[in-house]
Nanobody, 121 residues
Framework: QVQLVESGGGLVQAGGSLRLSCAASGRTFRNYAMAWFRQAPGKERQFVATIGIGGTTYYADSVKGRFTISRDNAKNTVSLQMNSLKPEDTAVYYC???????????????WGQGTQVTVSS
């Protein structure tokens, strides 16, 4: 069982930066692929970025070059550094843990409660 708690969301102007963090409970954190998804109002939840157990990363095209995902297995945390933010990045951001390095929601077994990111124009 893994419990995930996100933090770091907030309101930022377009062009600004935010860093999201996700703290995971459990000693098996290092055995899970970790990912960030987001859900804008009235839209489906969508993939943002993922990092495998070996550190391999993959990003959605919409955030590539602007967002960076990282993990610290010693601290049981995964982070998402978001730069050059755009109004269309506004969403609730969710942290997820799963057994597969995947871009698909169904492959992630554990989810956080989400943190709101709002980018003003």
């Amino acid at each position: 069982q893994v419990q995930l708690v996100e933090s770091g969301g907030g309101l930022v102007q377009a062009g600004g930066s935010l860093r999201l963090s996700c703290a995971a409970s459990g000693r098996t954190f290092r055995n899970y692929a970790m990912a960030w998804f987001r859900q804008a109002p009235g839209k489906e939840r969508q993939f943002v970025a993922t990092i495998g157990i070996g550190g391999t990363t993959y990003y959605a095209d919409s955030v590539k070059g602007r967002f960076t995902i990282s993990r610290d297995n010693a601290k049981n945390t995964v982070s998402l550094q978001m730069n050059s933010l755009k109004p269309e990045d506004t969403a609730v951001y969710y942290c997820a843990a799963g057994g597969l390095f995947s871009v698909t929601m169904k492959d992630y077994d554990y989810w956080g409660q989400g943190t709101q990111v709002t980018v003003s124009s």
